[in-house]
């Protein structure tokens, strides 16, 4: 049985000293109950006032490695070497969970990663359960951290290379600490990538000049060992560097050995838009460095069984940050993501 407390937003205590486990309780839409969002909190004896740590799994409900890294991350860390504040989330979206879906199609259909918008959570219509998801982080999370780590993997939808990522930042020192804070997640690729989304958890933490990291950690709705252990690093990592976790940590894989690569995904012209829907077939892996018009994959359409697979060339010379996963893919679909490499 759990021992966790089920309390309002309003009863956490993310302030006094020791480890306190939880069940955010936000009420149901359609149930007679409560949607339950699990959150654990250590808060040591340097804790400062608006600092702190936050690691989110499960903004999407298909996404899989960051929930699975949080949750090791529940038996591993040990309160008495918390120096500051680490509050760990590792489902903040139950009701996509639930279903194991990117949206919350069993509640309002809204993806939380685009429901960070102006009076979200505030009533019609913007009052269902993953706009006060969004409230919730807002006035419950923002005012205790300048950490954010958002693990997100593909989904269904897109396999990238492993990467962690963040988007272009005006300030030089916030750039600078973010891009590091990236690097010790210990991934091939880092990725910065464009900001035009609205309602994006990470634009909101990046432009309350937070340090905030997302992931792309996995695909094909799996977990992924090597997406588990990349955000393992990265969220302990975080919390050593920045002051919230006593003791040192060795940097891993790509981080480690010197190859790690970054690619910049801001300008449309990375994208390739599937003309027609149809199957999609990987022909180099993501990851590849490619030259302009260099063929990446193939995408089909079995209703001209005569007609050659319609060819997916890079539409910039770069590294393929991302491909469609499942075969099938809708028209205007993202079906390949060529980036600009970028200097360290």
């Known amino acids: 049985m759990s021992s966790r407390a089920v309390v309002l937003p309003e009863a956490l205590d993310l302030e006094s000293p020791g480890r306190r486990d939880y069940w955010v309780a936000l009420e149901h839409d359609t149930m007679w109950g409560v949607q339950l969002i699990p959150l654990t909190v250590f808060v040591g004896p340097s804790a400062e006032p608006g600092r702190g740590l936050v690691a989110f799994g499960s903004t999407h409900g298909n996404e899989y490695e960051g929930p699975s890294a949080i949750k090791g991350l529940l038996q591993e860390i040990e309160a008495d070497r918390v120096q500051g504040r680490i509050i760990l989330i590792p489902v903040l979206n139950p009701e996509a969970f639930r279903t ?13 990663n685009r429901a960070f918008v102006e009076k979200a959570g505030l009533g019609a219509p913007l009052g269902g359960i993953t706009h006060r998801i969004a409230r919730f982080v807002r006035e419950q999370i923002w005012p205790h951290v300048h950490v954010v780590l958002d693990l997100h993997s593909g989904g269904q939808q897109i396999r990238f290379d492993p990467c962690a990522s963040f988007h272009p930042i005006d300030d030089p020192e916030q750039a600078k600490a973010t891009a590091e804070t990236a690097r010790w997640f210990g991934t091939p690729l880092i990725m910065v990538y464009q900001n035009r989304t609205p309602g994006l958890l990470t634009s909101e933490a990046e432009r309350l000049g937070k340090i905030t990291v997302g992931t792309e950690l996995g695909w094909g709705e799996a977990v992924l060992s090597k997406g588990v252990r990349y955000g393992r690093q990265g969220v302990l ?63 089909h359409d079995f209703a001209r069984i005569d007609e050659p697979g319609w060819p997916v060339t890079a539409p910039v010379e770069g590294i393929v940050v991302g491909q469609a996963w499942g075969a099938r893919v809708r028209q205007g679909q993202f079906i390949c993501c060529v980036g600009l490499e970028q200097p360290w």
């Open 100 to 112: 194991g879906t990117r949206d919350s199609v069993g509640a309002d259909g809204v993806n939380l």
């Open 237 to 299: 990592a975080a919390a050593v560097h920045h002051g919230q976790l006593a003791g040192t940590i060795e940097p891993i894989d790509h981080h480690a050995s010197g190859t790690q690569k970054c690619a910049a995904i801001v300008d449309f012209e990375c994208y390739v838009p599937a003309p027609f829907a149809g199957h999609y077939e990987e022909v180099l892996r993501c990851g590849t460095r490619v030259k302009r018009g260099e063929l990446v994959g193939r995408l």
